[in-house]
Structure formats: C-alpha cells, structure tokens
C-alpha cells in the first residue's frame, strides 16, 4: 500500500519553482512541449514562457495556461504546499503559522482544492449494497446513502425534491435490489417495499435513532439504527462553522473524495490537477474567481 509521502520526501518541490515545474511536468500537469495554437509550428519553453519558433508568429504563452495557477499570486510551488498540508488535515491556523502565507491566501487555496476534489468526484456507477446489505439513506437534501459494511462505500447527490418519485427513482438506480434499506420515517420513503421490492426498515429518529421491531418470520427482537449516516454528518459537521451551510455539500464531497483516495492522497490531488483545467471549469461558484482577482494585495510572494 502506497502512503501519502513525507513533506520531507516532497520538501524540494515545495521550496523550489524550478522543481516544482519539473515535477508538475513529471506528473503531467503542466506540458513539456506545445504546439502553436495560432500557426501550428512548435514552441519552445524558456522558463515558464512557451515561444513560438517562427519568427513572424511571436505567439507567447504561459507554461500554466488552462490550470488552476494561471494568474494566480501565489508561487505555484507554495501552492502545492497548501495542497500537501490540506491533504495531511493540517489545520489553516497551522498552515498559517507553518508557512508564514496570509490567511486569505490559504482560504483562497483551500477553497480551490475542496472545489478541485469534489469536481473530480468519481460517480460510482455501480449500485451500492448488494444481498443482505444494509443500505442507510438519509432524505436531507444532500440525498446521502451509506453502505453499512466494512467499506462504508457512500456516495451524495442532490436532488431536485424530497418527492416519493424522485427517491424512489434514485434508490432504483443507486442501491442494489437485494439491499435491506434503513432510512428514517420520511413519507417518501413508505413505498420503498411496495414499490421497488427492496426491504425496507423505517426507524423513528425522535426515539433516538433506534427502533425494535420483532422478526416476523423468527419473532426474535430485532433493534435497528441509522447511527452510521449520523456519525458521519457528524463529522463533517464538526469541520464547518455552523453558519457555512452553504460549503456543506462540497465538504461532504471532500469528505468522501478522501474514503475513495485512502492511500496516496497526494498523488490523487495531483491526478485531479491534471484532469482539471482552470479554476473557472471547477464550478459555476464565481466568488473563487473574484477572490482570485481581488487578492493583489496579498504579500505571498517570496523572492
Ligand atoms: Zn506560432
């Protein structure tokens, strides 16, 4: 199993630009060698410039074109930086104190990576659950499913509306038909049997999450809770101020970005770099953007 390295391991690329492109080139995020897009002759790099051969041409362009350091204040190396110390759940006050970056620099980066990760999400196409698993869902709007077995493989969506329709139609698609589903009373929720087949146990949160019931085919007392799903919100709960609702889906995302990536995280971000071009193909969440543009005045950059 390959582990997340060591900084020291990585600390050469975070302290040198030159060696942070190189291994940004290694890693192909950033390319070692580019066609002209206006003439179609070949470039060559000098520094982070890309110079077009052909005298007449004069096509310039920036190593860090359509990725998410282009235009941006902070060194990228010290970008990669955030995103090691992020990724090793260091927290932005000890990101700060480790670093010596302003405080809204790392927010602003911070906010990029969470952004980064979930945009690269994988969606798990294939059902979760399968015979005899238990299935709990949640009917918040984030339309959480959690599986409960030693992987606890999760995934979230949004959804339009709570309706029985739209539910329903996401259970079918999601969860395996031979599943056992445990979900709270939520009305949308009382045809999941009739309807689909899928057994069905629904617990009544107000008597704290827990419900007996006795077998029918056994008649042995059978206790049933949807502590899983309230764990987890529990910790990521923990991880927002309470009044950033609004950053919730996206740290639940992050949240499980991270179960998907349990071994080399570094790496995985990098992969995301790689599939993801500019900050703008992130999301249509234009405040990371305006931060980008208004953050001039940050004293980031160290010569
Ligand atoms: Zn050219």
């Not at 000098?46 to 990725?67: H, P, Q």
């Not at 990521?236 to 996206?250: A, G």
């Amino acid at each position: 199993m390959i582990h997340t390295p060591s900084y020291r391991e990585l600390q050469r690329i975070f302290e040198s630009e030159a060696q942070a492109i190189e291994y940004l080139q290694e890693k192909e995020v950033l390319s070692k060698q580019m066609k002209c897009p206006k003439c179609n002759q070949s470039m060559t790099l000098n520094n982070t410039v890309f110079d077009c051969v052909k005298r007449a041409c004069r096509k310039r362009m920036s190593i860090f074109t359509n990725t998410i350091f282009y235009g941006a204040n902070t060194p990228y190396n010290r970008v990669l930086e955030i995103g090691y110390l992020w990724i090793i759940e260091m927290k932005h006050k000890s990101i700060k104190t480790f670093t010596g970056m302003s405080p809204t620099t790392i927010t602003r980066w911070l906010k990029i990576f969470k952004e980064l990760v979930s945009f690269n999400l994988e969606e798990e196409h294939q059902q979760i659950g399968g015979q005899d698993i238990i299935v709990e869902i949640d009917e918040s709007k984030f339309g959480t499913r959690v599986e409960r077995t030693p992987q606890q493989k999760m995934f979230a969506m949004i959804v339009e509306d709570r309706s029985a329709d739209t539910l329903l139609k996401q259970i079918e698609k999601h969860i395996h038909p031979e599943s056992v589903i445990y979900s709270d009373m939520w009305k949308g929720y009382q045809n999941i049997y009739s309807w689909l087949g899928i057994q069905h146990h629904a617990i009544n949160h107000s008597q704290g999450f827990t419900m007996k019931d006795t077998n029918p085919v056994t008649g042995e007392i059978q206790v049933y809770h949807t502590n899983t799903i309230e764990a987890h919100w529990q910790v990521i709960k923990s991880k927002i101020p309470p009044r950033e609702c609004r950053y919730l889906f996206t740290e639940l995302l992050v949240f499980i970005w991270k179960r998907q990536n349990p071994h080399d995280q570094f790496e995985a971000l990098i992969r995301c770099l790689r599939r993801t071009a500019k900050i703008s193909d992130l999301t249509n969440n234009t405040d990371i953007i305006e931060e980008m543009k208004t953050s001039d005045n940050d004293q980031t950059r160290s010569h």
